[in-house]
């Protein structure tokens, strides 16, 4: 790379190298290396088979003990089934069958280990359900499993439609006339089917059509249609609650995707055809292939508090007219007396509701946290549900309720249980004027409650194999070597970045001609890359388009031959990339607001189940991204949870390649990981899912920067205080150039504000001077404590993925000319040291010896030359007068900083920001010197800042020049 490139921190593509040259018998024999013989890959199954024989037995012997617990529960049954018919005493169900965990090496097999456990459910007449995170994997196990009869669960589908004037078709057995709103109320957390369905005239027309022997759902049905003055003739009657589901919840084997999870999928029902009674009920073995989130966030604002007041003054007249029509019986049964019991209670409780739910309201919207109310809301709850006001986890002021006059639904945020039981468990989060409550998973709740779960899963988190084992449930690992390599490649973070600002497609692009140019030359065919969808995405000219992130995909591996794939889709359940050697460019990272929501989610389920995890106290160690990574939480158990969720991703990312497959006799397979987190904790955490970090290598396009020196700050500060200076962020910069030692601006101003605080230095003063830069200075200052600081908050920043430059050793006795902050090196995170002498000075002649450095203060473009040659400088010396290349040099650098103070920041954020993360856009204007505040006065202090702040340069590199200017 040519030095002043270097110097100035361009990226310049590396010089193609040659490959060495190898004779025609060297390359047979690396391809032979590379390529499996199908001896080679039976020998490898052979190594395997010990493995994977263990893992079969252990999940066969769970299934044998599930089949005893079966058959144990129905002797209970059975048996107090004729205890209540002689009158004796029943005994109580058996405890449940605790879970049972499989972790296998990515690749080994463990999907495939399911088909013995199908074979031996379905010769024994018991009912199983796989469930799977997507449909797609949902149809491999249903094709394996096909000569089982194994049935894929289907949800709701758009009723199929006929031709114009044409016969009526069949809507299809899946056929949902709502699909809108049921999306809208899964949206808004409740289960549909308990809720809109049951209001939906689509649903009403089903029960007139379909339910024959149930007299009472057809009365209120019929009484449905009379009240909303429809006729049932005009509405076409729903297909799936009566045929579509039915039929998939009496498949004895069932596999679906696990959202669609509930108690009803859980237990096999089997009904007699003639009189539709019930007459067996299992519960299904349910098991559980892949990662499964624990939990699920509820976000609740002021405004959802208000819809639930404005249901609860509907509620209380509906208990009126509830409760005078229940007094007027003369006669009422036992069931009408209890109803109007709960009615009465209900009643009773509506004025505390709506007070409880104002304060609630007031309080989030204030951000102020809730404190007593907690217990209100917690003790309202109990009320409730003792009232009867609370049905399957839905109170009666959420209910939906259909509008007849707009043929709507009304939805309201469902909460308020969850909301409660978050509150007494400590696992609520109050963020920004928002509430968040976390649901446990269907899956997670019935494996704690009723037991009889498998979970199988490459990578199992710690906190799900904690949940297991403190319920009483093992794990068996079934773990085997990978023939691959490893290298890590430092120096970039290659993070997502913030999609929402103006300048990201040139920066997805640049990202993608990057992975074009530099990356895929190093790779070894044949090779899948993954990375972020982002990149793909926005480097395209139409990147709006849905599609915009598979058609540069299907672009890249037309102009390379290599496929490209994304985080999110491309890193877990594709396995046709088997045998590739693999590149992960970048990692998935999250944002503050991301962890915090992704680590309360785990804890709320954890403590849900009685597994305490601590509070997350949300410090991090770092405000931005660096080189080797994004910000981490300081608090132990929070940071180790986190990377061993990053470690989890990599480790998925990674089996694509399916080298426990590899035999060993081949070349190893190639695992490049560019960017992400670099840290020894991430390779420690990576190393517990097989995957060992073997080299490192330095991003070629980056090189490092100088470090942050812990003391530097202190001894700089205390280098300004002998010499009788007063301690700012400017004269500590310049005692760190003089030091030659560097500090990150967060750090001086952080030392400087602690100093201050605790009275070490005393605090900033205004002073009052006679020239127009001081003068100015003061004015700044009134709306800022320093001014210096002011000013160097706008320098620009660089990208914090990419390390600083090195500068080349100077010759003996050649001049350096830096600007000073730039000597003054501060982090890779938050700024880029770029100014050096070859970028400062176009000179490219070496300097007579003798001569001594000269220091550019930042920003400052004076028009003038210094000569240490004999004393000190003043403005009227002849010495001081500059020949034309230190003119022009001057000049440019003036051009050069007046640009950088015009452009915008370009700070990258860590992946995946969360809907409260920092916002995309400009600058607000300031003025030319870096005062915000004060543009009009910003140019009238230029020239005496520049001499001002050149002289302090001076001093500091001058030794006998005395103590710096005040």
């Given at each position: 790379?040519?030095?002043?490139?270097?110097?100035?921190?361009?990226?310049?593509?590396?010089?193609?190298?040659?490959?060495?040259?190898?004779?025609?018998?060297?390359?047979?024999?690396?391809?032979?290396?590379?390529?499996?013989?199908?001896?080679?890959?039976?020998?490898?199954?052979?190594?395997?088979?010990?493995?994977?024989?263990?893992?079969?037995?252990?999940?066969?012997?769970?299934?044998?003990?599930?089949?005893?617990?079966?058959?144990?529960?129905?002797?209970?049954?059975?048996?107090?089934?004729?205890?209540?018919?002689?009158?004796?005493?029943?005994?109580?169900?058996?405890?449940?069958?605790?879970?049972?965990?499989?972790?296998?090496?990515?690749?080994?097999?463990?999907?495939?280990?399911?088909?013995?456990?199908?074979?031996?459910?379905?010769?024994?007449?018991?009912?199983?359900?796989?469930?799977?995170?997507?449909?797609?994997?949902?149809?491999?196990?249903?094709?394996?499993?096909?000569?089982?009869?194994?049935?894929?669960?289907?949800?709701?589908r758009e009723p199929a439609a006929g031709e114009p004037n044409g016969p009526p078709v069949d809507p299809g057995p899946h056929a949902c006339y709502r699909l809108v709103q049921v999306s809208k109320a899964g949206d808004q957390n409740h289960r549909p089917a308990q809720g809109l369905c049951s209001k939906c005239p689509n649903g009403m027309a089903a029960v007139l059509q379909y339910v024959t022997r149930d007299e009472?759902?057809?009365?209120?049905?019929?009484?449905?249609?009379?009240?909303?003055?429809?006729?049932?003739?005009?509405?076409?009657?729903?297909?799936?609650?009566?045929?579509?589901?039915?039929?998939?919840?009496?498949?004895?084997?069932?596999?679906?995707?696990?959202?669609?999870?509930?108690?009803?999928?859980?237990?096999?029902?089997?009904?007699?055809?003639?009189?539709?009674?019930?007459?067996?009920?299992?519960?299904?073995?349910?098991?559980?292939?892949?990662?499964?989130?624990?939990?699920?966030?509820?976000?609740?604002?002021?405004?959802?508090?208000?819809?639930?007041?404005?249901?609860?003054?509907?509620?209380?007249?509906?208990?009126?007219?509830?409760?005078?029509?229940?007094?007027?019986?003369?006669?009422?049964?036992?069931?009408?007396?209890?109803?109007?019991?709960?009615?009465?209670?209900?009643?009773?409780?509506?004025?505390?509701?709506?007070?409880?739910?104002?304060?609630?309201?007031?309080?989030?919207?204030?951000?102020?946290?809730?404190?007593?109310?907690?217990?209100?809301?917690?003790?309202?709850?109990?009320?409730?549900?003792?009232?009867?006001?609370?049905?399957?986890?839905?109170?009666?002021?959420?209910?939906?309720?259909?509008?007849?006059?707009?043929?709507?639904?009304?939805?309201?945020?469902?909460?308020?249980?969850?909301?409660?039981?978050?509150?007494?468990?400590?696992?609520?989060?109050?963020?920004?004027?928002?509430?968040?409550?976390?649901?446990?998973?269907?899956?997670?709740?019935?494996?704690?409650?009723?037991?009889?779960?498998?979970?199988?899963?490459?990578?199992?988190?710690?906190?799900?194999?904690?949940?297991?084992?403190?319920?009483?449930?093992?794990?068996?690992?079934?773990?085997?070597?990978?023939?691959?390599?490893?290298?890590?490649?430092?120096?970039?973070?290659?993070?997502?970045?913030?999609?929402?600002?103006?300048?990201?497609?040139?920066?997805?692009?640049?990202?993608?001609?990057?992975?074009?140019?530099?990356?895929?030359?190093?790779?070894?065919?044949?090779?899948?890359?993954?990375?972020?969808?982002?990149?793909?995405?926005?480097?395209?000219?139409?990147?709006?388009?849905?599609?915009?992130?598979?058609?540069?995909?299907?672009?890249?591996?037309?102009?390379?031959?290599?496929?490209?794939?994304?985080?999110?889709?491309?890193?877990?359940?594709?396995?046709?990339?088997?045998?590739?050697?693999?590149?992960?460019?970048?990692?998935?990272?999250?944002?503050?607001?991301?962890?915090?929501?992704?680590?309360?989610?785990?804890?709320?389920?954890?403590?849900?189940?009685?597994?305490?995890?601590?509070?997350?106290?949300?410090?991090?160690?770092?405000?931005?991204?660096?080189?080797?990574?994004?910000?981490?939480?300081?608090?132990?158990?929070?940071?180790?949870?986190?990377?061993?969720?990053?470690?989890?991703?990599?480790?998925?990312?990674?089996?694509?390649?399916?080298?426990?497959?590899?035999?060993?006799?081949?070349?190893?397979?190639?695992?490049?990981?560019?960017?992400?987190?670099?840290?020894?904790?991430?390779?420690?955490?990576?190393?517990?899912?097989?995957?060992?970090?073997?080299?490192?290598?330095?991003?070629?396009?980056?090189?490092?920067?100088?470090?942050?020196?812990?003391?530097?700050?202190?001894?700089?500060?205390?280098?300004?205080?002998?010499?009788?200076?007063?301690?700012?962020?400017?004269?500590?910069?310049?005692?760190?150039?003089?030091?030659?030692?560097?500090?990150?601006?967060?750090?001086?101003?952080?030392?400087?504000?602690?100093?201050?605080?605790?009275?070490?230095?005393?605090?900033?003063?205004?002073?009052?001077?006679?020239?127009?830069?001081?003068?100015?200075?003061?004015?700044?200052?009134?709306?800022?404590?320093?001014?210096?600081?002011?000013?160097?908050?706008?320098?620009?920043?660089?990208?914090?993925?990419?390390?600083?430059?090195?500068?080349?050793?100077?010759?003996?006795?050649?001049?350096?000319?830096?600007?000073?902050?730039?000597?003054?090196?501060?982090?890779?995170?938050?700024?880029?040291?770029?100014?050096?002498?070859?970028?400062?000075?176009?000179?490219?002649?070496?300097?007579?010896?003798?001569?001594?450095?000269?220091?550019?203060?930042?920003?400052?473009?004076?028009?003038?030359?210094?000569?240490?040659?004999?004393?000190?400088?003043?403005?009227?010396?002849?010495?001081?007068?500059?020949?034309?290349?230190?003119?022009?040099?001057?000049?440019?650098?003036?051009?050069?900083?007046?640009?950088?103070?015009?452009?915008?920041?370009?700070?990258?954020?860590?992946?995946?920001?969360?809907?409260?993360?920092?916002?995309?856009?400009?600058?607000?204007?300031?003025?030319?010197?870096?005062?915000?505040?004060?543009?009009?006065?910003?140019?009238?202090?230029?020239?005496?800042?520049?001499?001002?702040?050149?002289?302090?340069?001076?001093?500091?590199?001058?030794?006998?020049?005395?103590?710096?200017?005040?």
């Open positions: 790379m040519p030095a002043a490139a270097q110097a100035a921190g361009v990226a310049v593509a590396a010089p193609a190298v040659p490959p060495p040259r190898i004779s025609i018998h060297q390359q047979q024999q690396v391809k032979d290396m590379a390529t499996p013989t199908q001896t080679q890959i039976a020998r490898r199954i052979a190594e395997l088979q010990p493995t994977r024989a263990a893992m079969a037995a252990a999940m066969s012997s769970y299934f044998q003990q599930h089949t005893r617990k079966i058959a144990e529960i129905d002797g209970v049954r059975e048996a107090n089934k004729k205890a209540r018919a002689d009158g004796s005493k029943t005994v109580p169900m058996p405890a449940p069958l605790p879970q049972f965990g499989v972790v296998a090496t990515v690749g080994l097999g463990k999907s495939h280990g399911v088909m013995p456990i199908a074979e031996a459910a379905h010769a024994q007449g018991l009912p199983i359900v796989i469930l799977v995170p997507n449909h797609k994997l949902a149809w491999e196990h249903a094709e394996r499993l096909a000569h089982l009869g194994a049935v894929v669960y289907r949800g709701r009472l759902r057809r009365q209120r049905a019929e009484q449905f249609f009379k009240t909303s003055g429809i006729n049932p003739a005009t509405v076409p009657p729903c297909q799936f609650l009566y045929k579509g589901l039915p039929d998939q919840l009496a498949a004895p084997i069932l596999v679906a995707p696990v959202q669609a999870f509930s108690e009803a999928m859980a237990m096999w029902r089997e009904v007699d055809p003639e009189t539709s009674f019930l007459t067996r009920e299992t519960q299904r073995l349910v098991i559980v292939d892949e990662h499964i989130p624990m939990a699920a966030e509820v976000e609740v604002g002021a405004g959802d508090i208000q819809v639930w007041r404005n249901r609860v003054d509907g509620m209380a007249e509906r208990l009126d007219r509830q409760i005078e029509f229940l007094q007027g019986k003369n006669a009422p049964t036992q069931a009408e007396t209890e109803e109007l019991e709960q009615a009465r209670a209900m009643r009773a409780l509506t004025p505390e509701i709506d007070a409880t739910f104002r304060a609630l309201a007031s309080k989030i919207a204030g951000d102020i946290p809730i404190g007593v109310d907690a217990g209100r809301i917690i003790k309202l709850q109990k009320s409730v549900v003792k009232a009867g006001g609370s049905v399957a986890g839905t109170a009666t002021w959420e209910k939906i309720g259909y509008q007849r006059d707009e043929d709507d639904f009304f939805i309201p945020l469902r909460a308020l249980v969850t909301l409660a039981r978050n509150l007494a468990a400590g696992s609520a989060r109050q963020e920004k004027g928002v509430l968040f409550a976390y649901e446990t998973s269907p899956v997670i709740e019935w494996a704690r409650d009723k037991g009889s779960v498998m979970f199988l899963d490459a990578t199992m988190s710690q906190s799900m194999r904690r949940f297991i084992e403190a319920k009483g449930g093992t794990i068996h690992n079934a773990t085997a070597d990978q023939n691959m390599r490893v290298t890590r490649v430092t120096g970039r973070l290659y993070s997502r970045g913030d999609v929402r600002k103006d300048d990201y497609p040139a920066k997805a692009r640049a990202r993608m001609d990057d992975i074009r140019q530099n990356i895929v030359p190093r790779l070894d065919s044949p090779v899948a890359i993954i990375t972020h969808k982002a990149y793909l995405k926005y480097s395209q000219e139409a990147h709006q388009a849905d599609d915009a992130a598979e058609v540069a995909a299907q672009a890249f591996e037309s102009a390379t031959g290599i496929p490209i794939g994304w985080f999110g889709k491309h890193d877990r359940g594709l396995d046709s990339w088997g045998g590739r050697n693999i590149a992960l460019v970048g990692m998935p990272l999250l944002s503050k607001e991301s962890i915090a929501g992704a680590y309360a989610c785990t804890r709320a389920a954890m403590i849900d189940c009685g597994i305490p995890m601590p509070e997350w106290d949300q410090v991090m160690d770092k405000e931005k991204a660096d080189a080797d990574g994004p910000p981490m939480p300081v608090m132990p158990e929070v940071r180790a949870w986190l990377v061993d969720e990053y470690a989890q991703g990599v480790a998925q990312a990674v089996g694509r390649n399916r080298a426990v497959n590899h035999p060993r006799g081949c070349k190893p397979l190639q695992v490049h990981l560019w960017g992400g987190l670099q840290t020894a904790e991430m390779d420690a955490a990576m190393r517990c899912y097989g995957i060992v970090v073997h080299d490192r290598m330095r991003n070629p396009n980056s090189a490092p920067g100088p470090k942050v020196d812990v003391g530097a700050v202190d001894e700089a500060i205390e280098m300004v205080l002998a010499t009788g200076g007063a301690v700012s962020e400017r004269s500590v910069r310049g005692a760190l150039v003089g030091l030659q030692r560097s500090a990150s601006t967060e750090s001086i101003r952080a030392r400087i504000r602690d100093m201050r605080a605790s009275g070490a230095i005393p605090a900033a003063t205004r002073v009052k001077r006679s020239d127009a830069a001081d003068t100015a200075e003061s004015v700044c200052a009134a709306h800022s404590d320093n001014y210096a600081e002011s000013v160097a908050s706008i320098a620009p920043e660089a990208d914090a993925e990419d390390a600083s430059a090195h500068t080349e050793p100077q010759k003996q006795g050649q001049e350096k000319i830096t600007r000073s902050e730039d000597a003054t090196a501060p982090n890779s995170y938050k700024e880029t040291n770029s100014g050096n002498s070859a970028q400062c000075c176009g000179n490219p002649n070496p300097q007579t010896q003798g001569q001594e450095k000269i220091f550019l203060a930042p920003a400052f473009d004076f028009d003038f030359a210094f000569d240490f040659s004999a004393g000190a400088a003043t403005l009227d010396s002849p010495r001081l007068q500059p020949d034309d290349e230190i003119a022009d040099m001057l000049a440019e650098v003036a051009a050069q900083i007046e640009a950088d103070l015009a452009r915008e920041d370009d700070d990258p954020d860590p992946d995946e920001p969360g809907p409260k993360g920092p916002s995309g856009g400009r600058r607000e204007p300031r003025g030319r010197d870096g005062c915000d505040r004060c543009p009009d006065i910003a140019a009238a202090a230029s020239a005496a800042q520049r001499t001002s702040a050149a002289l302090a340069h001076i001093s500091y590199n001058n030794p006998g020049d005395g103590a710096p200017p005040s």
